[in-house]
């Protein structure tokens, strides 16, 4: 089975601009969850997206949204970019099934965003 | 609110040498724990995980007991190599409903010398 994909590795953005994040999960998995990694604030938990509803949400501003589609994949949008907005934007695929037990989350390579 | 802590790093060790990583949380209910590795330039990957208490998970020499008494779920392993050196990650999931999300520390970089 393919792993998790995201598109692009790389992005170099500057200040005002909007990017907008891909993310493939693992075939036959229905859920998304996107993370923040940045040196100082370590990995922070965005949003998570289940059969294209938003189900569970971080402590982020609205510039930051994200959406998913009936195949499964998410994109993540962070408009009106800052500086602070530099870093490894990391996606998890979850296959989501589980009533009542946690299901394992397993991540891409991430999409590294710079804000110039 | 839920929070994981690991110990500070960098953890420096010479191949061979016995790895412990120590990793305490605060949740209530019953978590799912988890230990991540990351390698440089690359996302994460799942080490091992345990989801209830006295489990152990166990992947590639890494161990790590789930103990509910005292809130800890350090990662072991015997001899590591230098192919170990990465930052680690601890992380717990406890679910509301049918939403889960993964709370991690703050990571501990292990470098291993030849």
């Known amino acids: 089975k393919a792993g998790v994909t995201q598109t692009p590795r790389y992005l170099i953005k500057t200040r005002g601009q909007q990017v907008t994040l891909s993310c493939s999960p693992i075939s036959g998995h229905r859920s998304v969850s996107w993370y923040q990694q940045t040196p100082g604030q370590g990995l922070q938990f965005l949003f998570e997206?289940?059969?294209?509803?938003?189900?569970n949400k971080g402590n982020f501003p609205g510039r930051f949204s994200g959406r998913q589609f009936s195949n499964s994949r998410s994109e993540m949008n962070v408009s009106t970019l800052e500086l602070g907005d530099s870093a490894l934007y990391l996606c998890a695929s979850e296959s989501g099934s589980s009533g009542g037990g946690t299901d394992t989350q397993y991540f891409g390579p991430g999409t590294r965003l710079t804000v110039l | 609110g839920d929070s994981v802590t690991q110990m500070e790093g960098p953890v420096t060790l010479s191949e061979e040498a016995f790895l412990t990583i120590n990793c305490t949380y605060t949740?209530?209910?019953?978590?799912?724990l988890f230990w991540y590795v990351q390698y440089p330039g690359e996302g994460l990957q799942l080490l091992l995980k345990?989801?209830?208490?006295?489990d152990k998970g166990s992947n590639k020499g890494f161990e790590a007991t789930y103990r509910k008494e005292t809130t800890s779920f350090h990662l072991e392993k015997g001899s590591v190599q230098v192919s170990d050196s990465a930052v680690y990650f601890c992380a717990l999931s406890r679910r509301f409903g049918n939403t889960g999300k993964l709370i991690f520390g703050q990571g501990t970089t292990l470098q291993v010398k030849p």
């Open positions: 345990a989801t209830k208490a006295d």
């Open positions: 949740a209530t209910g019953y978590p799912s």
């Open positions: 997206y289940f059969s294209e509803t938003q189900r």
